[in-house]
């Protein structure tokens, strides 16, 4: 059986030194590094990499448990929350967009302004994921309902790190990209990709902090794949 290297070892065995308000377990061993992965726009995973969430047992943190644990969901919440957190909310749904748009814009038959859609949707996604691990493994904070056994989520958590959500990071990256590309829709992005991050906290299986931190980490990342849009000759 292979090991894995004494960095990534470090990352994932760490039950022994859990502090209050972290996760505790080894998270999911599939990714403890992907914040050191090879990016195409950051210059480093940790180029964005936030402030700690607000500590356990600050009047914050019992404000944002109590926001979820009062949270009153219905019938709209739960479909958002089921909605996103299937694949094709995290990627499909947002290629299937610009899509539409492609063809709408009468650019479908331009395979060069294609491949350039998305690969500026790719990069902006890609790099905020590398930018979210990074941040998911510093501070290690632990779900919800690791903090308040009441809060009962509405699907079982991820097994990975709390702050900052990933569904604000990957979805804010791209909507980023995507309402560059297509300025008529850049307002309606940000708010799709709003509510796939808000609706883990209708979920039950993440804080606002987390989201927040998550969508503002997507924004940054996408602001680059905007800057490198300007600048790659294309009109």
């Keep these: 059986m292979c090991s894995l290297p004494v960095s990534a070892s470090a990352k994932i065995g760490r039950i022994s030194t859990v502090q209050p308000g972290q996760?505790?377990?080894?998270?999911?061993?599939?990714?403890?590094?992907a914040g050191s992965w090879k990016p195409w726009l950051l210059t480093s995973g940790n180029q964005f990499r936030p402030g700690p969430p607000p500590a356990f047992g600050s009047p914050e943190k019992a404000a944002e448990i109590a926001e979820v644990k009062n949270f009153p969901r219905n019938f709209a919440s739960n479909q958002l929350g089921f909605f996103n957190q299937t694949q094709e909310a995290i990627f499909t749904t947002w290629?299937?967009?610009?899509?539409?748009?492609?063809?709408?814009?009468?650019?479908?038959?331009?395979?060069?302004?294609?491949?350039?859609?998305?690969?500026?949707?790719?990069?902006?996604?890609?790099?905020?994921?590398?930018?979210?691990?990074?941040?998911?493994?510093?501070?290690?904070?632990?779900?919800?309902?690791?903090?308040?056994?009441?809060?009962?989520?509405?699907?079982?958590?991820?097994?990975?790190?709390?702050?900052?959500?990933?569904?604000?990071?990957?979805?804010?990256?791209?909507?980023?990209?995507i309402g560059y590309l297509f300025p008529r829709e850049a307002q309606f992005m940000q708010e799709k990709a709003e509510e796939s991050g808000f609706s883990r906290l209708w979920a039950g299986i993440h804080?606002?902090?987390?989201?927040?931190?998550?969508?503002?980490?997507?924004r940054k990342v996408g602001q680059l794949a905007i800057e490198r849009a300007q600048k790659d000759g294309s009109e």
């Design 95 to 177: 290629y299937d967009f610009a899509n539409r748009k492609l063809f709408e814009e009468k650019l479908d038959d331009n395979p060069p302004r294609m491949a350039r859609t998305y690969a500026l949707m790719a990069v902006a996604q890609f790099d905020s994921m590398v930018a979210c691990w990074d941040a998911k493994y510093t501070y290690w904070a632990a779900r919800p309902n690791h903090s308040d056994p009441a809060i009962t989520p509405l699907f079982p958590n991820p097994n990975h790190p709390s702050y900052p959500a990933a569904h604000g990071c990957v979805t804010s990256g791209i909507s980023s990209a």
């Design 207 to 218: 804080f606002r902090s987390d989201i927040q931190a998550g969508l503002e980490i997507g």
């Design 23 to 33: 996760m505790a377990g080894a998270g999911d061993s599939r990714f403890p590094l």
